[in-house]
């Protein structure tokens, strides 16, 4: 491990407020299995697998404590969101996680895709908790410091009572005994970085949306023909 890279791993240690004792663990966490195979090093597979259980974990209980009268329903939208790749990316690139990653062979020189940033993500919880002693207490305080209100915030600025597709389909049913349909029309860019386009349709009515993911489009498609039909009533 060269000076420097060593170097990077004290700022992370403080970025995140944890201090390993062993610091392998960290960089197993950090360790893509091309560069593994190429070192003899441990992979952070095994670690994501555990550390995607722990943030599960984590989410869950800060979201059954903060709303503590959402359904079951809105609490399950708001964990898929809260634990999708896009937000754990999200949460890695603040933390620059893309800068330690160790990638080897021909992904080298390749752009840190969404995935790795998420999955590397989970590998340092579970290299945290591993490290610390395996205390869930410890690690879920931790993580309750960094991203509790973010967390808050971020489910308040979404909307998440208002799912379209459950309200369109029950507009529909009411006024004609019929569901709308939804088709993928085009999905664009990188694998790591898509764009679905989707479109909605019932009747005369018909609109299309863009989303990061299918469902997000479907959403947002769906929202645009509820207020085609809510605005078409004479
Ligand atoms: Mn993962």
């Keep these: 491990m060269h000076a420097s890279f060593s170097k990077g791993l004290n700022d992370l240690q403080r970025a995140i407020g944890y201090q390993f004792r062993d610091e392998s663990l960290l960089v197993q966490a950090l360790t893509h299995k091309s560069y593994a195979g190429e070192h003899g090093l441990k992979s952070y597979e095994t670690l994501e697998f555990l550390?995607?259980?722990?943030?599960?974990?984590?989410?869950?209980?800060?979201?059954?404590?903060?709303?503590?009268?959402?359904?079951?329903?809105?609490?399950?939208?708001?964990?898929?969101?809260?634990?999708?790749?896009?937000?754990?990316?999200?949460?890695?690139?603040?933390?620059?996680?893309?800068?330690?990653?160790?990638?080897?062979?021909?992904?080298?020189?390749?752009?840190?895709?969404?995935?790795?940033?998420?999955?590397?993500?989970?590998?340092?919880?579970?290299?945290?908790?591993?490290?610390?002693?395996?205390?869930?207490?410890?690690?879920?305080?931790?993580?309750?410091?960094?991203?509790?209100?973010?967390?808050?915030?971020?489910?308040?600025?979404?909307?998440?009572?208002?799912?379209?597709?459950?309200?369109?389909?029950?507009e529909t049913q009411r006024r004609w005994k019929e569901r709308p349909t939804y088709r993928v029309i085009s999905i664009e860019g990188p694998h790591h970085n898509r764009v679905f386009e989707v479109e909605c349709g019932i009747r005369e009515f018909r609109a299309t949306a863009r989303g990061r993911s299918k469902k997000t489009a479907q959403q947002l498609a769906a929202k645009k023909v509820l207020e085609l039909i809510q605005s078409s009533e004479g």
């Design 51 to 170: 550390g995607d259980s722990l943030i599960n974990f984590f989410v869950v209980d800060i979201l059954l404590s903060e709303f503590p009268n959402a359904s079951e329903g809105e609490l399950a939208m708001m964990k898929s969101y809260l634990v999708s790749e896009e937000h754990l990316h999200e949460l890695a690139e603040e933390l620059s996680l893309d800068a330690y990653i160790l990638v080897g062979g021909k992904k080298r020189n390749n752009h840190v895709s969404t995935s790795l940033m998420a999955d590397t993500f989970e590998a340092l919880w579970a290299a945290v908790y591993i490290d610390c002693g395996r205390s869930a207490d410890l690690t879920k305080n931790l993580f309750n410091t960094l991203y509790r209100n973010r967390i808050v915030e971020t489910v308040n600025k979404k909307d998440y009572k208002r799912d379209y597709k459950t309200l369109l389909q029950e």
